[in-house]
């Protein structure tokens, strides 16, 4: 039940045929305060890597959300979120999901993650990006941003249609498995691919995917959108 304290988000429905039934919503003021108190876990580099307002996000903000129980979008999931009219122009939505181009860069938190990133997984094999999935993170003091990833329960999907040599691709939709529907006749959009390091999925304000490649504290405007089963927003509420 919502209590009059409680901050009642309007939700959008995201279900379809052949697909799991979900809600989503804007993160609540509940929602961050949940995570606020889960910063105490860290400390110095890390927690300012992590102190992200409500109204911002970044993928160390979302990584932990998912962690302490908050699911948030993926990718596929804010195309859905999107063609149910949830406004995410207001703002910029980054999915829970990283992908990892390759280890080299041009920004040095970057690179060493990427690394990092790659020796956990064992990836040695550049022909094609890696989306990876089910990450956590854990205080590294080493790290530039003091944080690093706990690859103990990640899902690794070859993602050759993000390859950089089709940057920028002209695309209708993403698909849940990752692939690019192509534009039609009235849909027009485009990705913007990275050269180089670990990425972001970040759907724009118009429309757009930018997949950033850059240090990943960086804080994009927009809250993070949360997704729950329909069964659990309808016995919440």
């Not at 304290?5 to 609540?28: C, D, I, M, V, W």
């Not at 160390?60 to 804010?78: C, S, V």
């Not at 094609?128 to 990833?149: A, R, T």
């Amino acid at each position: 039940m919502t209590t009059l304290s409680q901050e009642a988000p309007a939700t959008y429905y995201l279900g379809g045929p052949g697909r799991k039934s979900l809600q989503a919503h804007f993160l609540t003021r509940e929602e961050h305060d949940e995570y606020t108190a889960a910063l105490e876990m860290f400390t110095g580099k890390a927690r300012n890597s992590l102190d992200v307002k409500r109204n911002n996000s970044n993928i160390w903000q979302i990584l932990l959300l998912n962690q302490i129980g908050i699911t948030t979008a993926t990718l596929p999931e804010l195309e859905l979120a999107r063609d149910s009219r949830m406004p995410l122009e207001e703002g910029q939505s980054i999915g829970r999901e990283i992908i990892l181009v390759n280890t080299k860069g041009s920004i040095d938190a970057n690179w060493q993650l990427a690394q990092s990133l790659a020796e956990k997984l064992k990836i040695r094999d550049w022909s094609n990006p890696y989306i990876v999935k089910g990450l956590k993170i854990v205080q590294n003091d080493s790290f530039y941003e003091g944080l690093d990833f706990d690859t103990r329960n990640a899902e690794v999907i070859k993602a050759p249609n993000f390859h950089y040599s089709y940057n920028p691709i002209k695309f209708r939709t993403i698909n849940h498995d990752y692939t690019i529907i192509k534009p039609d006749n009235t849909t027009k959009r485009t990705v913007y691919l990275p050269e180089n390091g670990i990425a972001t999925f970040t759907l724009t304000r118009y429309a757009d995917i930018n997949v950033g490649s850059q240090e990943l504290t960086a804080p994009y405007l927009g809250r993070a959108v949360v997704i729950t089963p329909l069964e659990e927003r309808a016995e919440s509420d």
